[in-house]
Each structure stands twice: as C-alpha cells, then as structure tokens.
C-alpha cells in the first residue's frame, strides 16, 4: 500500500520560514492536500491539490509538489501557526494521510 | 457555510456496533461531485480514513477496515451514517465527518469537517 512519510517534528523561530515535507513514491503525479490541526479541534485545509490556497487562509501558507517530495512551506511563521500538519493523498481509490508533523514555534 | 454534526453514543462495549450519523446543514448531500466521508483520529495519534460515500451510494472503504464498515446516506434527511462492527478498544477515538469534492473519480480535499465526536470502546 502507498505510504506518506513526514517528519515528527519542525520547529522554527517566530517570523521565519517553515518547511513541512511529505515523501511518496512519485507523489509529483498526485494531488497532495494539507491540513492544520490544533489541538482539541477539528483539521482544517490549508493547501489542496499541491499549491492551492483557500481564500481563508493567510498567504504564508504555499505548496510545492514534484518528484518523490511534496513541501508545505510557512514564510514568516507565527506563534497561531503552531500546530501539527498532515499530508493527504488519493491512492488506488483510497484516501492515504501522513503520519502528521508537530510544528513548533519558537 | 456548509455545517456538518455528528451523534451518536459516546461509549460502546467491546463486540458491539459503533453507529454515527452525520447530519449535513445548508448544502444538499446530492450535489453532484462531492463525496461524504469518515475519518478517526485515536487519542493523542494521528488521522486515519475510514470511508467515504457518494449520494448514489458509491462508497470507498479503507481496506484494513473493510469488512467491518458500512458507510450509508439518507438523502431525505440529508445525512450519512457509519457502521463499525465488532469494536475493540483500539477503535477508540474521535471520528470525525467531512466533506470532499470530485472530479473524474479523483477525491480531493476534505475542505468542511464536523467538530468530532469522541466514541470510547469499553465495557
């Protein structure tokens, strides 16, 4: 079956740029979709389909999708933006989600 | 603004059934190109799919969990209902239903989620 691996843990200082990745065996020819999670509440998308961005989140929030590693970049990350984020996948009719990785703001 | 609430008991015993409904508020379960899906999240872990169901009735299972899941829709109530049987405590966890839009047989994102209901497996 296809599996997505994240890192545990990022951390980052205030104000700098965060990167997230999400590694697959050719993930570049899939749509990968990335979500926010606090916790006690619900996940909620912040980039679908490799770069887009819902009109809700902040323009920070980018994508970047090829070959074998799918990237969630935060420019100039803020202290709301500690959270843990996953990656998502479609694979062979089956919704496939990365094991999730803790985002510390320092 | 789509809304989506889910119920159902919060503790079930080892063996039984876990049964949730997810009441959809302000968009129409059949709409074309958007499916409808359940997705847990155990304590402290991280999340895992569970199905998803199109207003036809089309469904996707996860694979592992297939043959313990039936994932139905009511159009006229506009819900959709989860069926997990023969529980164990390692079906303990928030479940969570969403929304996902389609394309070409393609799901895509889970753009509206409910709030979550945590469902407990003991005796």
């Known amino acids: 079956s296809y599996e997505l691996t994240q890192p545990l843990s990022v951390s980052v200082a205030l104000g700098q740029t965060a990167r997230i990745t999400c590694g697959g065996d050719?993930?570049?020819?899939?749509?990968v979709h990335w979500y926010q999670q606090r916790p006690g509440q619900a996940p909620v998308v912040v980039i679908y389909r490799d770069s887009n961005r819902p009109s809700v989140i902040p323009e920070r929030f980018s994508g970047y999708n090829s070959g074998n590693t799918a990237t969630l970049t935060i420019s100039g990350a803020q202290g709301e933006d500690e959270a843990t984020y996953y990656c998502?996948?479609?694979?062979?009719?089956?919704?496939?989600f990365g094991g999730g990785t803790r985002l510390t703001v320092l | 603004q789509v809304q989506l609430l889910e119920s159902g008991p919060g503790l079930v015993k080892p063996s039984e059934t876990l049964s949730l409904t997810c009441t959809v508020s302000?968009?129409?379960?059949?709409?074309?190109?958007?499916?409808w899906g359940w997705v847990r999240q155990p304590p402290g872990k991280g999340l895992e799919w569970i199905g998803s169901?199109?207003?036809?009735?089309?469904?996707y299972y996860m694979p592992s969990l297939k043959s313990r899941v039936t994932i139905s829709v009511d159009a006229s109530k506009n819900q959709f209902s989860l069926n997990l049987t023969s529980v164990t405590a390692s079906d303990t966890a928030v479940y969570y239903c969403?929304?996902?839009?389609?394309?070409?047989?393609?799901?895509?994102?889970?753009?509206?989620w409910g709030q979550g209901s945590l469902v407990t497996v003991s005796s």
């Open positions: 302000d968009f129409s379960i059949s709409t074309s190109n958007y499916y």
């Open positions: 969403a929304r996902l839009p389609s394309s070409s047989w393609i799901l895509d994102q889970f753009d509206y």
């Open positions: 050719k993930i570049g020819s899939k749509n």
């Open positions: 998502h996948v479609w694979d062979r009719s089956t919704v496939i």
């Open positions: 169901i199109y207003h036809n009735g089309n469904t």
